[in-house]
């Protein structure tokens, strides 16, 4: 597909995700920023924006997605992210984990776990891959905390077990926090929490921490893309800091595609 061409070949529409999300705004911005006119923005869910990939993909049609790393797709397919010269995507983004205030008193032994997390995008990457690859969340999260225990030693030692006291994690349905709001919660699981995993919409997410219905997110992608919802709800959550660094948000084309930047749309 030449450049002159690729916005009539879609349309002149990038295929996104949920409507809430910090990178659909992004791309929104990233119309006016770059002068897009006649463009806009598809919403639709992270399931749907991967399906509709994957199809353009089987037949090398055109797409243009709202894309981020981690994330399965770059495994699955050849993939680039179009330059962003005005720097709409920002650069490196790292994944955060906040708790509800009062957390540390009433839950210290989850409280020291979620301060305690850190891990890769090569490790979320494997529970993706395997739930991508048709295994329940669940099933795939549990079977990375048995295959890695001196790795959630790390997080977990010296802690207190406890004896069914009830947490709610809130995360949103996107893949790469499937991956790891599944993954931590059967780490608390494990160590006696009756856990429950809440997925909304990410205002609702960040609201929830902040006034104390739930009990943590370890969702949160910053400095960029979900600064509005800190603006927001900042003050009245704990920040726990980075549990993954080496994250991107942007938009994404097969490698297929003779465009090489988000310029190349005008
Ligand atoms: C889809 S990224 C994981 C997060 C966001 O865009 O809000």
New binding site residues.
Partial sequence: QGTGDVGEALNFTITG?EPG???MTAAENAIDVYGLDGWSVSASSSAAMTQQLATAYESEEPIIVTG?TPHWKFAAFDLKYLDDPEGVFGAEEVIQTFARQGLEEDHPTAYTVLDNFHWTADEMGEIMIDINDGADPAEAAAAWVDANAERVAEWTDGVEPVDGDALELVYVA?D?EIASTHMIGKVLEDLGYNVTLTPTE?TYMFEAVANGSADATVAA?LPE??AHFLEDFGDDMVDLGVNLEGAK?GLVVPSYMDITSIEDLK
């Fill in positions: 995700i999300a910090g990178i981020w996107w790469s990410a992608w893309t979900h948000i």
